[in-house]
T-cell receptor, first 114, second 109 residues
Framework: NAGVTQTPKFRVLKTGQSMTLLCAQDMNHEYMYWYRQDPGMGLRLIHYSVGEGTTAKGEVPDGYNVSRLKKQNFLLGLESAAPSQTSVYFCGTQGAGWSYNEQFFGPGTRLTVL | QKEVEQDPGPLSVPEGAIVSLNCTYS??????FMWYRQYSRKGPELLMY????GNKEDGRFTAQVDKSSKYISLFIRDSQPSDSATYLC?????????FGSGTRLLVRP
């Protein structure tokens, strides 16, 4: 039982390059989230999904796209990376029924855009 | 104005002290209030959550919500060096969480 895993753990990109971050969960959770965390800013919601095949915009969606083709995976894409997207990205999951006892975060992906 | 405000600290206390961490918020529709602990270079982990106003206790931790003042607190009794971390408050808004910026706590041995 791995819980929530994120791939990759670290990445350095050049401006304009693209990449995809993968969040995988093995808890059969309905809700999945992508956050970014910057110094002094807490966690800000980028996109989220309330179930397989659904996605919705969060607080800071510009420059990112997401897909949830399988219930256990939530992908975050950067089409053309910018230095402003240098951040730590966290994936979060939550079980159906919105039980706070069933809420977990992944270990994070550290992304640097040069 | 941010929806959730939290003093970034850092807050430095001696071992054994009582720690008080606080957040204020502006949206009166928030119903669930959470506290997370985040160690350096790790993901946040849920410490406690409270529904509506009142207190909730779990071991050395007590969460308090005052909806009339739009103010929440987390108290840590008998603080330990292992409590050194960043503490984030968060509030539920239609199946999404709105986070404070986090308070960095250092408990000195």
């Amino acid at each position: 039982n791995a819980g929530v895993t994120q791939t990759p753990k670290f990445r350095v990109l050049k401006t304009g390059q693209s990449m995809t971050l993968l969040c995988a969960q093995d808890m059969n959770h309905e809700y999945m989230y992508w956050y970014r965390q910057d110094p002094g800013m807490g966690l800000r919601l980028i996109h989220y999904s309330v179930g397989e095949g659904t996605t919705a915009k969060g607080e800071v969606p510009d420059g990112y796209n997401v897909s949830r083709l399988k219930k256990q995976n939530f992908l975050l894409g950067l089409e053309s990376a910018a230095p402003s997207q240098t951040s730590v990205y966290f994936c979060g999951t939550q079980g159906a029924g919105w039980s706070y006892n069933e809420q977990f975060f992944g270990p994070g992906t550290r992304l640097t855009v040069l | 104005q941010k929806e959730v405000e939290q003093d970034p600290g850092p807050l430095s206390v001696p071992e054994g002290a009582i720690v008080s961490l606080n957040c204020t918020y502006s949206n009166s529709a928030f119903q669930y209030f959470m506290w997370y602990r985040q160690y350096s270079r790790k993901g946040p982990e849920l410490l406690m959550y409270t529904y509506s106003s009142g207190n909730k206790e779990d071991g050395r931790f007590t969460a308090q919500v005052d909806k009339s003042s739009k103010y929440i607190s987390l108290f840590i009794r008998d603080s330990q060096p292992s409590d050194s971390a960043t503490y984030l408050c968060a509030m539920d808004s239609s199946y999404k969480l709105i986070f404070g910026s986090g308070t960095r706590l250092l408990v000195r041995p």
